[in-house]
């Protein structure tokens, strides 16, 4: 009896003990269930401010986007504006100091035209009423060959008359190029814009058949001297890409061939076609025609097409629209 006392006793011992370690086990349980939910709390509290950070990161990175945009936007405006400007002011000295000299020339062979015929009239008269004038005339007027002034004199004073007037038409060609007088969106007539401009590129058109198709077309409203710096660039690339294909080609010389064609659409939109038959743009290319900018030329050679002048102002007219 004594010996199963003890060990029930001894039962009993082993079980207070396991008891207080259970309940021991319990409190560590529930501390570490506390501190777990202690944990997982700040833990989705530092990923919802992750989170928000993150959303305010991509917030400031959109508008630093944005504003990198405007900038380039800007930047480009300025750059064009400058260039303009500059091109502006110098052919406004151009068109000065030609315009007056060639106008002082212009506005006198008419007078030189009529002082000549004179001339000629009465040295005439003076052959008819003495056609036997003394020696020392008649060697005079075979020195100086007086036939042959005759004949010459009226073709000099044409062919200057040809010239100045020549010269008058390239200055008013300048002058509609740059649009010196017009500031802003203006209506203009968009052929004389792209008459004005093969007119300052001839020089460079001397070898190159220029094939223009125009159509009725009505004032359009646009900035004349930025959309005339486009063409001015378009061409420009027109001639470099026939002159690149002829440089390639090994039997005989490209016939330059540059192609203008403009149409009013039904929806009241104006259309300009302008083809070469040089080496054309590559597919890959495609997509950064209308990049500021974008050149295939070596650096300081090439401008891009200048198409990015027409996008911005195409978003800027949408933009007040």
């Given at each position: 009896?004594?010996?199963?006392d003890?060990?029930?006793?001894?039962?009993?011992?082993?079980?207070?003990?396991?008891?207080?370690?259970?309940?021991?086990?319990?409190?560590?349980?529930?501390?570490?269930?506390?501190?777990?939910?202690?944990?997982?709390?700040?833990?989705?509290?530092?990923?919802?401010?992750?989170?928000?950070?993150?959303?305010?990161?991509?917030?400031?990175?959109?508008?630093?986007?944005?504003?990198?945009?405007?900038l380039?936007?800007?930047?480009?405006?300025?750059?064009?504006?400058?260039?303009?400007?500059?091109?502006?002011?110098?052919?406004?000295?151009?068109?000065?100091?030609?315009?007056n000299?060639?106008?002082?020339?212009?506005?006198?062979?008419?007078?030189?035209?009529?002082?000549?015929?004179?001339?000629?009239?009465?040295?005439?008269?003076?052959h008819d009423?003495?056609?036997e004038?003394?020696?020392?005339?008649?060697?005079?007027?075979?020195?100086?060959?007086?036939e042959?002034i005759?004949?010459?004199?009226p073709?000099?004073?044409?062919?200057?008359?040809?010239?100045?007037?020549?010269?008058?038409?390239?200055?008013?060609?300048?002058?509609?190029?740059?649009?010196?007088?017009?500031v802003?969106?203006?209506s203009?007539?968009?052929?004389?814009?792209?008459?004005?401009?093969l007119m300052?590129?001839?020089?460079?058109?001397?070898?190159?058949?220029?094939?223009?198709?125009?159509?009725?077309?009505?004032?359009?409203?646009?900035?004349?001297?930025?959309?005339?710096?486009?063409?001015m660039?378009?061409l420009?690339?027109?001639?470099?890409a026939?002159?690149?294909?002829?440089?390639?080609?090994?039997?005989q010389?490209l016939?330059?061939?540059?192609?203008?064609?403009?149409?009013?659409?039904?929806?009241?939109?104006?259309a300009?076609?302008?083809?070469?038959?040089?080496?054309?743009?590559?597919?890959?290319?495609?997509?950064?025609?209308?990049?500021?900018?974008?050149?295939t030329?070596?650096?300081?050679?090439?401008?891009?097409?200048?198409?990015?002048i027409?996008?911005?102002?195409?978003?800027?007219?949408r933009?007040?629209s």
């Amino acid at each position: 009896m004594e010996s199963q006392d003890l060990q029930i006793q001894e039962l009993e011992k082993t079980i207070r003990i396991l008891r207080k370690q259970l309940e021991r086990s319990e409190k560590e349980r529930s501390q570490l269930e506390a501190d777990m939910a202690t944990k997982e709390f700040l833990l989705k509290k530092v990923i919802a401010q992750l989170q928000e950070s993150q959303q305010n990161l991509e917030q400031r990175s959109h508008d630093l986007e944005i504003a990198l945009d405007s900038l380039n936007a800007m930047q480009l405006q300025l750059i064009q504006s400058e260039k303009m400007s500059a091109l502006g002011q110098t052919v406004a000295g151009i068109a000065h100091e030609i315009n007056n000299p060639i106008s002082f020339i212009y506005g006198n062979l008419s007078y030189l035209t009529e002082h000549s015929h004179n001339l000629l009239k009465l040295i005439n008269l003076y052959h008819d009423y003495f056609p036997e004038p003394p020696a020392e005339i008649c060697l005079e007027r075979q020195a100086i060959d007086i036939e042959f002034i005759e004949e010459d004199l009226p073709k000099i004073v044409k062919s200057m008359q040809v010239g100045s007037q020549r010269i008058r038409d390239i200055v008013l060609a300048l002058r509609n190029f740059a649009r010196l007088d017009e500031v802003g969106y203006k209506s203009v007539d968009i052929h004389a814009g792209i008459e004005s401009t093969l007119m300052v590129l001839q020089s460079k058109l001397a070898n190159i058949q220029v094939i223009k198709q125009y159509g009725e077309l009505p004032l359009i409203t646009c900035v004349a001297g930025d959309l005339n710096q486009v063409f001015m660039n378009i061409l420009l690339n027109a001639i470099d890409a026939i002159a690149q294909k002829s440089s390639a080609q090994t039997t005989q010389e490209l016939a330059g061939i540059i192609s203008i064609q403009t149409e009013l659409r039904s929806n009241q939109q104006v259309a300009i076609s302008i083809a070469d038959n040089g080496v054309g743009i590559p597919t890959k290319l495609i997509d950064k025609i209308f990049d500021a900018f974008f050149t295939t030329k070596e650096v300081g050679k090439g401008t891009g097409l200048g198409l990015a002048i027409c996008l911005r102002h195409a978003t800027r007219t949408r933009g007040k629209s």
